[in-house]
T-cell receptor, first 113, second 113 residues
Framework: SQQGEEDPQALSIQEGENATMNCSYK?????LQWYRQNSGRGLVHLIL?????REKHSGRLRVTLDTSKKSSSLLITASRAADTASYFC?????????????FGKGTLLTVNP | EAQVTQNPRYLITVTGKKLTVTCSQN?????MSWYRQDPGLGLRQIYY???????DKGDVPEGYKVSRKEKRNFPLILESPSPNQTSLYFC????????????FGDGTRLSIL
C-alpha cells in the first residue's frame, strides 16, 4: 500500500474563508480518497476521485487530481466551525492493494468562529 | 442505519491479560479491516479480511490475531497485550471492487498498563 502525505500539517482560518490542503503520493493510483476525522472519532469518507478524473465536486468540497504530478488538493469553500477536523488522503493502487488504505498524518484544520 | 460498531469504546487493562475488541457491521460488506492510530504515526493497518474465513496481514500485525467466522463480525484479539499496544483502534468495512469507500467505527481507546 502507499501512503499519501498531506500538507500543510496544520491550517488555521476564519469562518467563511476557503481552506486548501494538498496530498502527494509516489506511485500510480486507481483512485484517491479523502477522509475527515473529528477529534477522537472514526474517519468519515468525503469524496473519491478516480485516476481518469481531474476534478470532482461534492457540496462545498472540490477535489482536483493531477496524476502527472502525483498530487491532489481538497478545497473547502465557505468554511464553518464544524469543519474543524483532521483531513486525510488515501491513494489506492490497482488490484489487491486497492483495499490496503494507508493514511498519513493528515492536515489539522481549525476554523475559528 | 448503516454502521460499524466497535466494543468496548474504552478499556484500561494490564499487561498479559487477553482481550478482544469486537467489530460488527450491518451493511453486508465483504471487506473488513483493523487500524491503529498513534500520535505522529498516522493510521496503520493491522489486519484485513476480504471475506469469511479469508484474512491477511496489514502493515503492523505483530501481537494481534483476527478471525472472520461470519460476514458481519471481525474481532481483534490481543492474546498477551503489552504497553506498546496502547493506542486508538479503528475497524472499517467496505464493498469489494474498485473505488469503494471504507466505513469506519468510532474507535476503541486501549490503555495497557
Amino acid at each position: 500500500s502507499q501512503q499519501g502525505e498531506e500538507d500543510p500539517q496544520a491550517l488555521s482560518i476564519q469562518e467563511g474563508e476557503n481552506a486548501t490542503m494538498n496530498c502527494s503520493y509516489k506511485t500510480s493510483i486507481n483512485n484517491l480518497q479523502w477522509y475527515r476525522q473529528n477529534s477522537g472519532r472514526g474517519l468519515v469518507h468525503l469524496i473519491l476521485i478516480r485516476s481518469n478524473e481531474r476534478e470532482k465536486h461534492s457540496g462545498r468540497l472540490r477535489v482536483t487530481l493531477d496524476t502527472s504530478k502525483k498530487s491532489s488538493s481538497l478545497l473547502i469553500t465557505a468554511s464553518r466551525a464544524a469543519d474543524t477536523a483532521s483531513y486525510f488522503c488515501a491513494p489506492t493502487g490497482s488490484g489487491g492493494s486497492n483495499y490496503k488504505l494507508t493514511f498519513g498524518k493528515g492536515t489539522l484544520l481549525t476554523v475559528n468562529p | 442505519e448503516a454502521q460499524v460498531t466497535q466494543n468496548p469504546r474504552y478499556l484500561i487493562t494490564v499487561t498479559g491479560k487477553k482481550l478482544t475488541v469486537t467489530c460488527s457491521q450491518n451493511m453486508n460488506h465483504e471487506y473488513m479491516s483493523w487500524y491503529r492510530q498513534d500520535p505522529g504515526l498516522g493510521l496503520r493497518q493491522i489486519y484485513y479480511s476480504m471475506n469469511v474465513e479469508v484474512t491477511d496481514k496489514g502493515d503492523v500485525p505483530e501481537g494481534y490475531k483476527v478471525s472472520r467466522k461470519e460476514k458481519r463480525n471481525f474481532p481483534l484479539i490481543l492474546e498477551s497485550p503489552s504497553p506498546n499496544q496502547t493506542s486508538l483502534y479503528f475497524c472499517a468495512s467496505a464493498w469489494t471492487g474498485s473505488n469503494q469507500p471504507q466505513h469506519f467505527g468510532d474507535g476503541t481507546r486501549l490503555s495497557i498498563l
